[in-house]
């Protein structure tokens, strides 16, 4: 099997990596500037098994590309987006949806728009939409001392595999594919009608912890704000047509007590400094955090929902005064 893995961060490595031990032969695409070190290696760590001092793996040998002529020179059995939701919406997804021929590409993206994007390229008979569940980033993060040398840590949260739904036979080859090389993955109904209402109640927490300066003991003062935002983005995600059957309790997950009580236990039980891990990586993802809350904000006036609260956050992080700081929305 022949995968096309396009990007090389902190998913692209992670998943990269489990295809080409499943048996995969991989291949990377990425900006011109990245390709010499795509093509050095990368070093890896699984978190799952606890250890004081963390064994690196090494992964080499997958091809790099950087241009839509090489990605069409080859043959593609699936193509996987691992970039943002942001990085999407540049001029490359065209030429790459030619590029790849009858190949399955799998999406996975957590923007209500983001699944649009892709199907204004890709055929819905070849589109697969997957929900990300393992947490991966850049080592060491500041204070961490557990490893030799840097790389990309990866812990998969037990007994959450990452769902994958689209046209059976070719969610079946998706799934079959990352089992064989020890991701886990599992097939669900409809990825699209799920993701949207997890994302609804952590995005607004994540602006609001950003507005408390990533500070879990300051996030108190924006929470009540936070859990009115993340009701409203619940309403918003419900509303629209895509949405699956809004999943039960998800109103009591938006509340201050039962975010604080998941900030402890993920604390107890997730192998790493997770305030530290959630401000190191959302900063470098904040486009993609803003594009999200105006999309919420715009699809809310749009059916007349109220966002009042969606607007109080991203005005206090500069995602919506005029709009100067927000990304544009995709229309």
């Known amino acids: 099997m022949r995968a096309l893995v396009v990007g090389a961060g902190?998913?692209?490595?992670?998943?990269?990596?489990?295809?080409?031990?499943?048996?995969?032969?991989?291949?990377?695409?990425?900006?011109?500037?990245?390709?010499e070190e795509c093509r050095a290696g990368f070093t890896l760590y699984p978190l799952n098994h606890r250890r004081r001092r963390?064994?690196?793996?090494?992964?080499?040998?997958?091809?790099?590309?950087?241009?839509?002529?090489?990605?069409?020179?080859?043959?593609?059995?699936?193509?996987?987006?691992?970039?943002?939701?942001?990085?999407?919406?540049?001029?490359?997804?065209?030429?790459?949806?030619?590029?790849?021929g009858d190949a399955t590409v799998i999406s996975l993206q957590p923007g209500i728009e983001d699944r649009k994007v892709v199907l204004a390229h890709v055929p819905d008979e070849r589109l697969v939409s997957g929900l990300i569940s393992l947490i991966s980033y850049a080592a060491?993060?500041?204070?961490?001392?557990?490893?030799p040398?840097?790389?990309?840590?990866?812990?998969?949260?037990?007994?959450?595999?990452?769902?994958?739904?689209?046209?059976?036979?070719?969610?079946?080859?998706?799934?079959a594919a990352l089992r064989a090389g020890g991701l886990p993955a599992k097939r669900h109904p409809n990825v699209p009608g799920l993701a949207g209402f997890p994302s609804a109640v952590m995005m607004p927490y994540?602006?609001?912890l950003e507005a408390s300066g990533w500070s879990f003991d300051r996030l108190g003062e924006n929470a009540p704000t936070a859990a009115r935002a993340a009701r409203e983005a619940v309403?918003?995600?419900?509303?629209?047509?895509?949405?699956?059957?809004?999943?039960?309790?998800?109103?009591?997950?938006?509340?201050?007590?039962?975010?604080?009580?998941?900030?402890?236990?993920?604390?107890?039980v997730i192998p790493l400094d997770l305030e530290t891990y959630l401000r190191e990586h959302f900063i470098k993802v904040g486009d993609q955090t803003r594009l999200?809350?105006?999309?919420?904000?715009?699809?809310?006036?749009?059916?007349?929902?109220?966002s009042s609260a969606l607007e109080s956050l991203s005005s206090a992080i500069g995602a919506l005064p005029g709009r100067e700081n927000a990304p544009s929305r995709s229309s």
């Open 54 to 100: 963390a064994e690196p793996r090494r992964f080499t040998g997958a091809g790099v590309l950087t241009t839509d002529d090489e990605v069409a020179a080859g043959r593609w059995d699936q193509v996987y987006l691992t970039v943002s939701s942001t990085a999407l919406r540049g001029p490359w997804l065209a030429g790459l949806a030619r590029a790849v």
């Open 149 to 175: 040398e840097p790389g990309m840590a990866y812990w998969f949260p037990p007994l959450s595999p990452s769902p994958f739904s689209g046209p059976s036979a070719r969610v079946d080859a998706v799934v």
């Open 206 to 208: 994540l602006v609001a």
């Open 292 to 306: 999200m809350m105006v999309q919420y904000i715009d699809h809310a006036r749009s059916h007349g929902l109220p």
């Open 140 to 147: 060491p993060l500041p204070g961490e001392t557990r490893f």
């Open 235 to 268: 309403e918003v995600v419900a509303a629209r047509p895509e949405a699956g059957r809004r999943p039960p309790f998800i109103g009591l997950a938006a509340r201050p007590f039962v975010v604080r009580a998941g900030l402890w236990l993920g604390r107890m």
């Open 10 to 35: 902190a998913v692209g490595q992670v998943f990269g990596y489990h295809l080409h031990r499943g048996g995969a032969e991989v291949s990377f695409l990425v900006k011109p500037k990245y390709a």
